[in-house]
C-alpha cells in the first residue's frame, strides 16, 4: 500500500489537495513534491493543502511542506494548509513554521482567503 | 547475593541485577537505504507496545527514531548500502533507550544550524535533530570506538 494517496479538486481557481496517509522520508515526500509539481506546471497556483488525513509526518515531510510553498510562491502563487491535526500542528509549532503558513481549520474560510 | 537452593538441574537462572535493570534489548542491523527507516520505526513500534508503553510515549519514540536512522542513512552512511546502521533499543527501569551507530566521518551536532532562526525558517531540511531533542529527555552523541557515530536518546516512564 502506498505511504499516501493524494486527490485534487478543483474549487474556483483554487486547486485542493487532500492528502491521505504518512508524508514522510520517501515515498510520502516524492508524492507531494511531484503532486506541486504537475500543478505549477499546469498553471495552478493557488493551492489549499488539506492534510486532514495526515495522521503522520517527520522532518522530511516539514521539509517538503516548506520546499512546496517556496516553488508556489516563486511562480507567483500561494499554498495554504486546512485541517492540521493537532500532532502536525505541534511540530510546525516547535520549528516555528506557524509563523509562516496560513493555516484554516474551515475549509470555506481557506477558499474566502484566496479571493 | 543468595543462592536460591535448587537440587533440580532444570532450575532457571536466577535473575541477576543487570538483567532486572535492563528487562529487555533489541539488536537491528540495517542496510543504509530509506526502507531501512519504516523497518527500524516498526520494530520500534512492536518492542514499545509489547513494553506496555502508550500511544504518546510511542509517537516520541517512533519520531525519534525515524529521524536518527535518516541521518545515519543520509549523512552518517551517506546511503553506502555496504554500510550498516546499527540499531539498539532497550526498554528499563531507568526508561526508553535508543541508540543509532552509523558508519559515517561524525559530525559536530552543536554546528548544525538552528532550524528556527528566522534566515533558517525556509530550509527544506535540518530539522531533525530538533525533533529528536524535542520528544526525548536526553540526547548525546559520541564517537564509536570501532569508527563512525552513536547517538543515544532516552525517553523517561
Keep these: ?23 514522510t522520508i ?18 495552478k497556483n493557488k493551492i489549499l493543502l488539506n492534510l486532514g488525513g495526515v495522521g503522520y509526518i517527520d522532518s522530511s ?18 499554498l495554504k494548509l486546512l485541517n492540521l491535526t493537532q500532532k502536525i500542528q505541534d511540530l510546525l509549532a516547535i520549528t516555528k513554521l506557524l509563523t509562516v503558513f496560513d493555516v484554516y481549520d474551515s475549509e470555506a474560510d481557506a477558499l474566502a482567503s484566496f479571493s | 547475593m543468595i543462592a536460591a ?29 530509506i526502507d531501512s527507516v519504516d523497518e527500524a520505526a516498526i520494530a520500534a513500534d512492536k518492542f514499545a507496545r509489547e513494553a506496555g508503553l502508550g500511544d504518546e ?3 516520541a519514540v517512533d519520531l525519534a527514531i525515524r529521524e536518527s536512522v ?11 548500502e555496504t554500510k550498516k546502521v546499527e540499531v539498539e533499543l532497550s526498554d528499563s527501569e531507568n526508561g526508553f533507550e535508543i541508540r543509532v551507530r552509523d558508519h559515517g566521518p ?8 538552528d532550524p528556527t532562526n528566522p534566515e533558517n525558517l525556509l530550509k527544506t531540511n535540518g530539522r531533525g ?4 531533542r524535542s520528544f526525548m529527555d536526553e540526547v548525546e552523541w559520541s564517537n564509536h570506538s570501532g569508527g563512525g557515530m552513536v547517538v543515544r536518546m532516552l525517553k523517561k516512564h
Design chain 2, 129 to 132: 535533530i530538533l525533533f529528536m
Design chain 1, 1 to 23: 500500500m502506498a505511504d499516501i494517496n493524494i486527490s485534487e479538486r478543483q474549487a474556483g481557481d483554487v486547486t485542493i489537495l487532500d492528502l491521505d496517509g504518512k508524508v
Design chain 2, 70 to 80: 535518516a541521518n545515519a542513512v543520509k549523512h552518517g552512511n551517506k546511503f553506502d
Design chain 1, 61 to 78: 515531510g516539514i521539509g517538503e511542506l516548506v520546499s512546496s510553498f517556496t516553488a508556489v510562491n516563486k511562480e507567483g502563487g500561494t
Design chain 2, 5 to 33: 537452593v535448587c537440587l533440580d538441574s532444570k532450575c532457571p537462572k536466577p535473575i541477576t541485577y543487570k538483567e532486572k535493570l535492563v528487562s529487555k534489548t533489541k539488536e537491528l542491523n540495517l542496510p543504509s537505504k
Design chain 1, 26 to 43: 520517501g515515498e510520502g515526500s516524492v508524492a507531494l513534491r511531484n503532486a506541486i509539481r504537475r500543478l505549477l506546471g499546469e498553471g
Design chain 2, 57 to 59: 510515549f510511542i509517537f
Design chain 2, 106 to 113: 561524525g559530525f559536530a551536532p552543536d554546528e548544525i544550524p
